[in-house]
C-alpha cells in the first residue's frame, strides 16, 4: 500500500517467433535475460497516467473558498460592508425618531406622519428587485456602491428639505437608495467557507443592531440642542466613511466565473489566499459561464417556486414585525400608563393635532429595546449552526408571538420595556436569520435577484406596519397586537415547511447544477 505512491517501470520484451528466426527459446528464463537494450520497451505508464490526470485537474470557487478558509481578508470584508449595513439601520431607525417631532413642528395628523415612514419603504420595495437586477447582471460592487452613493445623496439633500411635500419625495428617493443595502449580504456571503458562513453572516447583522443603537445616541445628544435636520445629515456619515474605502472592495470571485471572467476571479481568490496566508488549490479553475441571469422566472422554477413564495412571506412577516415593534415602542412609551391604555383598549388623544415630544426617559427606553439586538443575535448564533435555519426561523417568530400576549393584560412600563425587549430580541434574530438562508437556498446566478425581490417583500410588510402601529394602534390596541401575534405564527408554520435545510450546503452556481461535480483528486496507479 505505501508503495502505490512510487511510479512504477514495466518492461516489456518484442515478442519474436524463434522458428523463423531460428534462434534459441526463452522459455524458462526471465526478463531481464531475455532482453536485450533494443528489443525492451520501457514504459513509464504509472507516470504518463498520473501526468496526465494533474493536466486535467480542475476546482471550483467553492473549492478555493473552503481551501483558503476565513481569515484577516473575509475580516477586512465584514468591517466594510458592514459600514453599509450601519447606514441602511441608521437611516431605517430615524423614521420612529422623527415621526413625533414633525408631527408637533409641522402639526402633521397621524396618516401624514406614517406616510413618512411608508414612502421609505415603497422606495426600498421599488428599488430592492432592480438593484438585485443590476447586481447580478453587472456585479456585486457596481450595485453596492451605486445605491450607497444614491443614499448618500438624498439623504443629505433631505436634511434641507423646507415644506412637508419635499421631505416626502427625498425620503422616498433614499428609501430606493438604502432598497440595494441587502446586496452587501449577497456580496459577502460569496466569500465565505460553507462552514463559517452562518456564522459570519450574523457578524454582519450585528453592524445592524449597532447602527440602531448608534442612531439612538446620536438623537439622544442632537434632537435637543440642533434638531431633526442635523440627525439626517449626520446619520449619513457610515455611509461616507463606507464609500471612502470602496476602492478596496473587489467583486465576487462566483460572479466573474459566473461571466466568464476566470481571470479576475483567480486574481481575487489568488489575492484572498495571500492576505489568509493560506495556499490555492493546485489546478483549473473551472467555469460556469452563465448569460442568462437575473431572470425573474428563475425564482419560480420547479425546483425553487415552493421556497420562493414561503420566503416571500417570512420575510414580509419578519420586517412587517420589526418595523412594528419598533414603532410601537415610541407609541406605547408616548401613551404613558398602559393600563389606562389598553383597558379602553384604544389610544386617542384629544385632538388629531395634539403632539408631544420623545423625552429623555423615552430615548433612554428606546435604548434599551434597541439594544435588545445584542442578545437576540447571541441567541442565534448558538443555534443557528446547531439546529439549523429552518428551526432557528421557527424559534425567534413563535418566541416573539410568546412575548406579545402579555402586552394584552395590564401591565407596568418596566414590564412593557422588559417584554419589547424580549420580543425584538427574537425577531430581529428571525430577521437575520433570513439573511443568511435566502444567499444560501439560491444559486450565483439569481442570488441578488432573490434577496432584492425578498426583500421587496419585506419592505411591503414594512409600508403596511405604520397604519398598523400607528393609525390602527389609536383605534384598537387588541386588534393592532392580534395582527402582529398572529402574522408571526403564520411565519412560524411558514419555516417549518420550508423544503430545503441548507446548514451545511455548498452554494450553487446556476439552477441547472443540481448535483455539484465532485472533482476527484488522481490516485495512483499500478
Known amino acids: 500500500m505505501e508503495n502505490w505512491g512510487r511510479p512504477e517501470k514495466i518492461s516489456y520484451k518484442r515478442w519474436r517467433n524463434p522458428e523463423e528466426s531460428g534462434e534459441p527459446s526463452f522459455v524458462g528464463q526471465s526478463d531481464e535475460a531475455q532482453g536485450t537494450d533494443n528489443e ?3 514504459i513509464a505508464s504509472a507516470v504518463g497516467n498520473v501526468k496526465n490526470t494533474l493536466d486535467q485537474e480542475t476546482f471550483t470557487v467553492e473549492d478555493a473558498l473552503e481551501a483558503i478558509g476565513f481569515g484577516k481578508f473575509q475580516w477586512k470584508m465584514c468591517l466594510l ?5 450601519i447606514g441602511d439601520a441608521m437611516e431605517m431607525m430615524i ?3 422623527l415621526a413625533p417631532e414633525l408631527h408637533c413642528e409641522w402639526r402633521l395628523p397621524s396618516y401624514q406622519v406614517a406616510l413618512i415612514t411608508s414612502v421609505v419603504f415603497i422606495g426600498t420595495g421599488i428599488s430592492s428587485p432592480v438593484w438585485g437586477n443590476v447586481s447580478d447582471k453587472y456585479g456585486r460592487r457596481v450595485g453596492l456602491i451605486t445605491c450607497m452613493c444614491w443614499t448618500l445623496y438624498y439623504g443629505l439633500l433631505s436634511a434641507f428639505a423646507p415644506v412637508y411635500g419635499w421631505l416626502l419625495v427625498l425620503r422616498g428617493l433614499v428609501g430606493f437608495g438604502i432598497g440595494g443595502a441587502p446586496q452587501a449580504v449577497t456580496m459577502y456571503s460569496e466569500f465565505l467557507p460553507a462552514k463559517a458562513r452562518g456564522i459570519s453572516i450574523m457578524m454582519i447583522a450585528a453592524f445592524w443592531a449597532i447602527g440602531a443603537v448608534f442612531e439612538v445616541l446620536l438623537a439622544l445628544w442632537i434632537m435637543p440642542t ?3 435636520r442635523w440627525l439626517l445629515g449626520l446619520s449619513t456619515l457610515p455611509v461616507v466613511i463606507f464609500l471612502s ?3 478596496w472592495l473587489p467583486e465576487s470571485p462566483r460572479f466573474d466565473v459566473l461571466t466568464g471572467n476566470r481571470e479576475a476571479a483567480m486574481a481575487t481568490l489568488t489575492r484572498m489566499a495571500k492576505e489568509n496566508g493560506k495556499a490555492m488549490p493546485k489546478g483549473k479553475l473551472t467555469d460556469y459561464e452563465q448569460t442568462d441571469r437575473g431572470r425573474i422566472k428563475d425564482l419560480f422554477a420547479p425546483q425553487y417556486w415552493r421556497t420562493t413564495l414561503l420566503l416571500l412571506f417570512i420575510w414580509f412577516a419578519n420586517a412587517f414585525s420589526y418595523y412594528g415593534i419598533v414603532l410601537l415602542t415610541t407609541e406605547l412609551f408616548q401613551a404613558g400608563d398602559s393600563c389606562g391604555s389598553t383597558q379602553g383598549a384604544k389610544i386617542e388623544p ?6 408631544k415630544l420623545l423625552t429623555s426617559a423615552d430615548y433612554k427606553d428606546l435604548l434599551w429595546t434597541t439594544l435588545a439586538e445584542f442578545p437576540g443575535l447571541l441567541v442565534i448564533l448558538l443555534v443557528v449552526d446547531r439546529i439549523g435555519r429552518k428551526k432557528s426561523m421557527v424559534l425567534c417568530f413563535f418566541m416573539f408571538s410568546l412575548c406579545i400576549l402579555p402586552l394584552y393584560a395590564c401591565i407596568g412600563r418596566i414590564a412593557l420595556t422588559i417584554f419589547i425587549f424580549i420580543a425584538r430580541a427574537f425577531i430581529s434574530g428571525g430577521y437575520q436569520v433570513a439573511f443568511v438562508y435566502t444567499p444560501e437556498v439560491f444559486p450565483t446566478e439569481n442570488r441578488a435577484l432573490a434577496m432584492g425581490t425578498c426583500s421587496a417583500m419585506a419592505r411591503l410588510g ?11 394602534l389609536r383605534k384598537s390596541v387588541y386588534l393592532t397586537l392580534s395582527m ?3 402574522c408571526c405564527l403564520l411565519a412560524g408554520i411558514a419555516a417549518l415547511i420550508l423544503p430545503i435545510e441548507t446548514l451545511g450546503r455548498s452554494l450553487q452556481e446556476s439552477n441547472s447544477e443540481t448535483k455539484r461535480p465532485n472533482i476527484q483528486k488522481p490516485q495512483p496507479v499500478r
Open 40 to 42: 525492451i520497451c520501457t
Open 81 to 85: 460592508t458592514g459600514l453599509s449595513w
Open 95 to 97: 423614521l420612529s425618531i
Open 226 to 228: 440642533l434638531g431633526w
Open 245 to 247: 474605502f470602496s476602492f
Open 350 to 355: 384629544s385632538c388629531s393635532l395634539e403632539c
Open 462 to 472: 414594512a409600508l403596511i406596519t405604520p397604519f398598523v402601529a400607528q393609525v390602527l
Open 484 to 486: 402582529y401575534c398572529g
